[in-house]
């Protein structure tokens, strides 16, 4: 609902500005409007992304485990089963970029040249109310088709799987990249180990998405000992 207010708001914002402005300053209105929807679509995707919660304290503490970027990205080309795992998140970023696909074929070539001289052409009304019906349908689609991508999108993807780059272990909690810090004693989360394909992931429910915080590392079992002992929880082993 504050997606949809904000929204609605910066149209009727755009919408007044071109109504008291000469024609032929509509196509820079025009531009800076499509500007801000792509910063506020960018801006919506980046806040759906998980993070942990980042606390500066976590650094103070004593370093117990560093793993490096190498390391991750060697274990997970062995991992064979990580590709299908990847897969629904692929399919929704795929929504994303086509959804801002559609969205400039809109602005550039749909509405200018097929949709407006119908609207323009059908019209019966006076200029004002003509103009304010234009500008509607010029600035509602994309947000409506932004927002029919992202509803997809969270439809698809019911597990959110972030794969640390690289990870540094605290006796006071973990940080790694991408965005992620957990901070000791764990409470919101639950951690599970897999042993064979050697990561470790903590685990959150995030309204219906499972968000997946992975690390992947040649010594699972000493990652487990660290989190066991100074994150006091218990650590659940699954294949």
């Not at 052409?121 to 304010?132: K, L, R």
């Not at 794969?163 to 909690?173: F, K, P």
Request: with cysteine.
């Amino acid at each position: 609902m504050k997606s949809v207010a904000i929204s609605q708001g910066i149209i009727s914002l755009f919408i007044v500005i071109n109504l008291f402005v000469p024609p032929e300053y509509r196509s820079a209105i025009t531009t800076a409007y499509f500007i801000v929807f792509i910063a506020l679509f960018s801006y919506s995707m980046f806040r759906q992304r998980p993070k942990g919660s980042l606390t500066k304290d976590i650094v103070a503490g004593r370093k117990l485990l560093t793993i490096r970027q190498e390391e991750v990205s060697g274990l997970q080309t062995k991992d064979l089963e990580l590709v299908n795992e990847l897969k629904p998140l692929l399919k929704a970023s795929g929504l994303s970029i086509l959804s801002m696909i559609i969205v400039l074929l809109w602005f550039l070539a749909l509405y200018p040249t097929i949709i407006r001289p119908y609207v323009i052409g059908s019209s019966t009304g006076d200029g004002i109310v003509v103009q304010v019906l234009d500008l509607i349908i010029l600035y509602e689609v994309p947000v409506a088709i932004s927002m029919s991508m992202q509803f997809l999108s969270r439809k698809m993807l019911r597990r959110y799987l972030n794969i640390l780059r690289s990870a540094e272990v605290y006796t006071t909690g973990v940080v790694g990249l991408p965005g992620f810090a957990l901070k000791f004693p764990i409470e919101s989360y639950s951690v599970r180990v897999n042993y064979s394909r050697k990561f470790v992931e903590f685990v959150k429910k995030d309204g219906e998405v499972e968000v997946l915080h992975r690390i992947y590392c040649n010594d699972p079992e000493k990652l487990v000992d660290i989190i066991s002992k100074y994150g006091r929880v218990k650590v659940e082993k699954y294949s």
